[in-house]
């Protein structure tokens, strides 16, 4: 299985080939249902995204510094807009598998 260094990256480079540029998405339509190993991609990058978040809320509940404070609060927000593009990509799959 990957590891969370690995996944992360695959994020990274799977929002590049997305078209995520910063704030925004691009928009995302599809209109055939996901393969089995997209499906294990999303999943895989869902977790990763969720374990970031999770890291960044304790970092900033137990940092005592103002800067990793601040970073944590970057990261949250960050992946926050990753989660939002996640469950888009979902969405819009499950819209095409139902034809």
């Known amino acids: 299985m990957y590891s969370?260094?690995?996944?992360?990256?695959?994020?990274?480079i799977a929002a590049a080939g997305l078209?995520?540029?910063g704030r925004t998405w691009a928009p995302m339509r599809t209109t055939t249902p996901?393969?089995?190993d997209e499906q294990a991609f999303l999943?895989?990058?869902a977790q990763a995204n969720v374990f970031q978040?999770?890291?960044?809320?304790?970092?900033g509940r137990k940092a005592t510094s103002p800067q990793v404070k601040a970073?944590?609060?970057s990261v949250l927000?960050?992946?926050?807009?990753?989660r939002m593009?996640?469950?888009r990509i979902a969405r819009a799959a499950v819209e095409a598998h139902r034809g």
């Open 43 to 45: 999943l895989a990058a």
């Open 34 to 36: 996901l393969t089995t």
């Open 71 to 73: 970073l944590a609060q």
């Open 53 to 59: 978040i999770e890291a960044a809320s304790l970092a």
């Open 19 to 21: 078209g995520i540029s």
């Open 4 to 12: 969370t260094w690995r996944i992360g990256w695959l994020v990274v």
């Open 85 to 87: 593009g996640l469950e």
């Open 77 to 82: 927000q960050s992946h926050a807009r990753v």
